[in-house]
């Protein structure tokens, strides 16, 4: 498998139901276009903790979204930037509400 893990926060007037819901649409898009596998329920982060010792940054939310493989990541990389409705609005929907994401891809070592 192959995975994108993203961290961010949230936009100003944003709420995290409403990013939640946006997630939820694009992942079920994305899936029904066979363009990715799943997507984790989001998370917020506890930094008060000492297994969290990430000092960079300091973003409050994090999703994963997990793909077949590196191919099918790719594909829906592409797909997205072509954007053309219904895409890009169901993107939108998600991107537009999350401020200073960063994105770490990673696959899984068999």
Same mark, same amino acid.
């Given at each position: ?5 993203? %961290? &961010? @926060?949230? *936009?100003? +007037? @944003?709420?995290? $139901?409403?990013?939640?819901?946006? =997630? =939820? +649409?694009?992942? /079920?898009?994305?899936?029904?276009? +066979?363009?990715?596998?799943? =997507? ?7 930094? @008060?903790?000492?297994? /969290?010792? $990430?000092?960079?940054? !300091? #973003?409050?939310? &994090? =999703?994963?979204?997990? &793909? ?12 997205? *930037?072509? #954007? ?14 999350? !401020?200073?994401?960063?994105?770490? %891809? ?5």
């Amino acid at each position: 498998m192959f995975h994108m893990l993203v %961290c &961010f @926060n949230l *936009k100003p +007037g @944003n709420t995290i $139901d409403q990013f939640r819901t946006a =997630v =939820v +649409g694009l992942a /079920d898009h994305l899936r029904a276009q +066979g363009l990715a596998e799943a =997507v984790s329920r989001v998370g917020r982060r506890e930094s @008060n903790t000492p297994l /969290d010792t $990430d000092r960079e940054r !300091a #973003h409050q939310y &994090f =999703v994963t979204m997990s &793909f077949r493989d590196r191919a099918q990541s790719d594909a829906a990389y592409s797909y997205l *930037k072509q #954007h053309v409705d219904p895409s890009e609005s169901i993107h939108h929907a998600v991107y537009s509400r999350a !401020a200073d994401p960063i994105f770490i %891809c990673w696959r899984d070592i068999d």
